[in-house]
């Protein structure tokens, strides 16, 4: 039976002698979902991971994974996840066959489904020309690939995924994110740490930590919709003209503009609502060309940078 | 208890068999090392570097002078003419014996009359020192007797010592020396491949990926071990080998018992290795703390100095490492052909340190990763 939320925590709590890792986190992940987990580095984002996976005892506060507790059923626990962490962890004197056989091993796999699951596998990944070749010889996608076969083996339902496209090309990185979406769509639920924007534009759900708080969780439609990111009398447009930090400095002079940030070819203003034409002409009286001026949603990143800022306004106070 | 055991073997003996430089490295180091240790270290004194200073060259002075030579223990090097010669020659190291024959030696020994023969020792090798001492009184001793049965005739010695040394009746330094070498040999050998084997995977995270899955703590541990004790149980089979027909020591006890005694060793060693794994976080740790380890253990374990002798914390401390149960099982077995019913002690005293080690090395084994 397959429980209607993979992870379910509730004030999970990690401290390391005086310091807080993990500050009652309370987060529900659906089955079939992929939860993107973002937040600056240190913020805690392992640290949870590794509570989650069993690898670390919580301090305080329970949690369900796959329906087992947290706290009394880790075998239980380690049987029904995949884990890949953050630097790769395979034997590099290994083959990629030989680093499948292994975990189909560990996992205590009768030899015939073994052999069965590691060839499922290697058609779900798309390794299999690697095969015989020695695991510290591939280069960085394909080392992640192999990877997420080892932790697919034992066909879990739920996998903890740490950084898992940090140092990899761009490519690399897409053909990774379709596997997941794949996965995804085959009924695998993930929870993926990450640090890219538009891979956590991709998520089903993201959850934002900071300073070891979960700040912020939900679909990233739902988090762009938070009051704190646009509030009410407020609206986010994007301009384009010919100078963008010349008029980044100008519209910050403006009493009812409250921010304005450049994100590559334009700027992303936080303004007061109605207020775009009265923008344009006055970036056009000030001599500024080829003013465009239209109204745009909050993306992720928005969203990150918005909360951010407030929390460290509520720190300072 | 033991999950996932097969598969840490399965991987385990793919590394080794995929690095052949370090396997046939684990393979003839310790014939090696036998090899050298066995014939460089000797605690026989023969050939002692003697001058002597003769001031009165006659007959008697001559017979005692080659009495010194005959031993064995005594070869000449040189003659001196005065103190300051005879002197200076310990003293620059050409000699580690002086001896100095006094001018009227042949003729108070002719009136019956006591006659002083001095004799110099350096004392800054007191095993050369302490063997010196005691042949030149032996000689003192049997050369006067001599000299009393020629003036008493019929005269016979009142107390005779008829000393017989079982077990290793020529004083072979091999005999002594080879089969406490084996322990040493191996246990600094398995202590040194677990240590890295498991310090190895701390250090590229393969450990921490290993914690995710259902492996045990026991499996993955023993999963370890257990090919290395295989390759320490050919090194035993070699360094045995080595010592049967190169150093021509016999075994006088069962080879099966050896065998078996040397497997429970095996274990326990490698258990060390795996206790100084979960002490050091990377491999120039793991060196120094096992080289911490082993100093004590060829001092204190009874390898070379008689543990009898030790301060008794000293004596306790040395009943910590393994390889002090093994020798005194190796010299046990090899020289005196003792069998189950001696050495049982022994063998409890293995098992207990290894279920230690192994306990320990388990509970921090968690530690380390929370």
Request: charged content about 20%.
């Amino acid at each position: 039976m397959v429980p209607e939320l993979a992870i379910k925590t509730h004030g999970l709590t990690r401290k390391f002698g005086a310091f807080t890792a993990v500050d009652s986190v309370n987060i529900q992940v659906e089955q079939g979902s992929i939860f993107g987990l973002l937040g600056p580095n240190g913020a805690g984002k392992t640290t949870l991971i590794r509570m989650l996976c069993g690898l670390l005892r919580p301090t305080n506060g329970t949690a369900e994974v796959m329906g087992f507790d947290l706290l009394r059923q880790t075998d239980e626990i380690k049987r029904h996840i995949g884990y890949m962490s953050q630097q790769f962890s395979l034997y590099g004197d290994l083959t990629v066959l030989e680093n499948l056989t292994f975990y189909t091993r560990v996992y205590a796999l009768p030899r015939q489904r073994a052999r069965e699951r590691i060839e499922e596998v290697i058609n779900i990944t798309g390794i299999g020309d690697f095969r015989n070749r020695l695991a510290r010889q591939l280069s960085g996608g394909w080392r992640q690939r192999l990877a997420l076969s080892c932790a697919l083996v034992h066909e879990p339902r739920l996998l903890f995924l740490d950084e898992p496209t940090a140092g990899i090309d761009p490519v690399a990185r897409r053909a990774l994110w379709n596997l997941l979406f794949e996965l995804s769509n085959a009924g695998h639920t993930f929870f993926v740490t990450t640090h890219y924007m538009d891979e956590a534009e991709r998520c089903s759900h993201v959850g934002y930590i900071y300073y070891s708080k979960l700040i912020a969780s939900g679909t990233p439609g739902e988090l762009k919709e938070l009051p704190e990111v646009t509030p009410v009398g407020l609206e986010r447009l994007r301009v384009i003209s010919d100078r963008q930090p010349q008029a980044m400095a100008l519209l910050n002079t403006f009493g009812y503009v409250r921010d304005a940030t450049i994100f590559g070819d334009s700027l992303h203003v936080l303004t007061e609502e109605e207020s775009g034409t009265r923008l344009r002409d006055a970036m056009q009286a000030a001599g500024f060309q080829d003013v465009h001026v239209d109204s745009i949603p909050a993306s992720l990143e928005d969203v990150f940078v918005t909360l951010t800022r407030t929390m460290d306004e509520a720190r300072r106070v | 208890m033991f999950r996932g055991f097969s598969a840490i073997v399965y991987k385990e003996t793919i590394h080794i068999l995929r690095d052949p430089k370090t396997l046939l490295l684990m393979l003839v180091i310790p014939g090696i090392q036998l090899t050298i240790f066995g014939y460089a270290i000797r605690l026989d004194v023969e050939n002692i570097p003697t001058v002597y200073y003769n001031l009165d060259g006659r007959e008697a002075s001559r017979v005692l002078l080659d009495r010194f030579t005959n031993t064995g223990y005594f070869k000449f090097v040189g003659q001196s003419y005065s103190d300051d010669e005879l002197n200076g020659a310990i003293i620059d190291g050409r000699a580690k014996v002086g001896i100095k024959i006094p001018p009227d030696f042949s003729d108070d020994i002719a009136l019956g009359k006591p006659s002083q023969v001095q004799v110099l020792i350096d004392g800054s090798d007191s095993t050369v020192a302490m063997q010196a001492l005691n042949v030149a009184n032996a000689i003192a001793m049997q050369s006067s007797f001599q000299i009393i049965q020629e003036r008493l005739p019929g005269q016979r010695q009142p107390i005779e010592m008829r000393p017989r040394v079982l077990f290793n009746p020529d004083m072979k330094t091999a005999n002594f020396m080879v089969p406490g070498l084996i322990g040493i040999v191996l246990q600094v050998v398995t202590m040194f491949l677990t240590a890295f084997a498991v310090v190895r995977e701390k250090e590229t995270g393969t450990l921490e990926q290993l914690m995710v899955t259902p492996v045990s703590r026991l499996g993955l541990m023993v999963g370890k071990l257990s090919p290395y004790a295989c390759i320490g149980a050919f090194e035993v089979f070699v360094v045995v080998l080595l010592m049967r027909f190169l150093f021509q020591v016999r075994i006088e006890g069962s080879v099966m018992l050896l065998a078996a005694f040397s497997i429970l060793f095996l274990f326990t060693s490698l258990g060390l290795g795996l206790m100084v794994s979960t002490i050091a976080s990377n491999q120039v740790q793991a060196i120094q703390i096992a080289f911490l380890v082993m100093l004590p253990s060829v001092l204190l374990s009874g390898f070379m100095f008689p543990q009898e002798s030790m301060p008794y914390p000293i004596y306790v401390f040395g009943q910590v490492f393994p390889v002090t149960y093994f020798i005194r099982i190796l010299r046990g077995i090899i020289l005196r052909g003792a069998g189950f019913s001696e050495l049982w002690p022994q063998g409890l005293g293995l098992i207990v340190i290894g279920t230690i080690l192994l306990g320990v090395s388990a509970t921090r084994f968690r530690k380390t990763l929370g």
